[in-house]
């Protein structure tokens, strides 16, 4: 693990890899010779109060989702029980990628906790309704409405 929780404000950020100053530190990248940039993801997050707030970027695929997976679970397996996916820079997600979000919520009720989503684009919000996982999961229009139903 690189990186650590330093304070922003009254709000702990934390980073991984690549820590970008301007902005939520990147939690996660993954790109491979054959990724063109619409292939690109990063994974940020903040911890705001008792929240992890997850800001994905790019496209969640097969090719990305294991690692992801793995770094959403780590968070969990460490105590956090309340995740925010604030999805407003995701623009593509895979079965593989809706597969991580079932896994995530799953766990996350386990441990007495929730997952919310918030701030879906369009065409990933179709994605999720087809799937039927606008029916199991809460979704809020901004991550701050989000916040307030955590608090």
Not at 19 to 46: G, I
Not at 117 to 129: A, G, K, S
């Amino acid at each position: 693990m690189i990186g650590g929780l330093a304070p922003v404000g009254n709000r702990d950020v934390q980073a991984l890899v690549c820590p970008n100053p301007h902005a939520n530190r990147p939690l996660y990248h993954q790109r491979t010779a054959l990724d063109n940039v619409k292939n690109f993801m990063s994974l940020s997050a903040e911890k705001i109060g008792d929240v992890l707030v997850v800001l994905p970027s790019g496209q969640i695929n097969s090719a990305n989702a294991a690692g992801i997976e793995a770094d959403l679970m780590a968070h969990v397996e460490k105590g956090q029980n309340k995740i925010i996916l604030d999805l407003a820079r995701l623009d593509y997600i895979s079965s593989a990628g809706l597969r991580v979000v079932l896994m995530l919520a799953k766990r996350l009720k386990q441990a007495g906790g929730a997952l919310l989503l918030c701030n879906i684009q369009p065409d990933v919000r179709e994605v999720f309704d087809i799937s039927g996982f606008l029916a199991i999961l809460p979704v809020h229009d901004t991550r701050e409405s989000a916040l307030n139903s955590l608090a």
